[in-house]
């Protein structure tokens, strides 16, 4: 079993950044995608970017050249740099682990990040 806990979230203001963390344990394999889902107020959750075991990284068109995520494969911790926030991109942030192998999925618990005046 795996658990994801994620950090970093809060009150930011139109323009600011903000970069949230999470924290995977328990039984990890080495070979993992993980990636950031964000859920605002009356949507669906959504993809946000995805970073894949060997590296390379897919983001969603509304987040491109504002966020960027980053792994330390080392420390089973996965990141989220977020620039240039709108108040749209306020919702709850999580994160999600995919074993490559046997392509089980893992969620976190969520953090809130808010963007406004």
């Known amino acids: 079993q795996v658990q994801l806990v994620e950090s970093g979230g809060g009150l930011v203001q139109p323009g600011g950044s903000l970069r949230l963390s999470c924290a995977a344990s328990?039984?990890?394999?080495?070979?993992?995608?993980m990636g950031w889902y964000r859920q605002a107020p009356g949507k669906e959750r959504e993809l946000v970017a995805s970073?894949?075991?060997?590296?390379?990284?897919n983001y969603a068109d509304f987040v491109k050249g504002r966020f960027t995520i980053s792994r330390d494969s080392a420390k089973n911790m996965v990141y989220l740099q977020m620039n240039s926030l709108k108040p749209e991109d306020t919702g709850v942030y999580y994160c999600?682990?995919?074993?490559?192998?046997?392509?089980?999925?893992?969620w976190g618990k969520g953090t809130l990040v808010t963007v406004s005046s």
């Open positions: 999600h682990l995919r074993r490559v192998i046997g392509g089980m999925d893992y």
């Open positions: 970073i894949r075991s060997i590296g390379d990284t």
């Open positions: 328990g039984t990890i394999f080495s070979i993992n995608d």
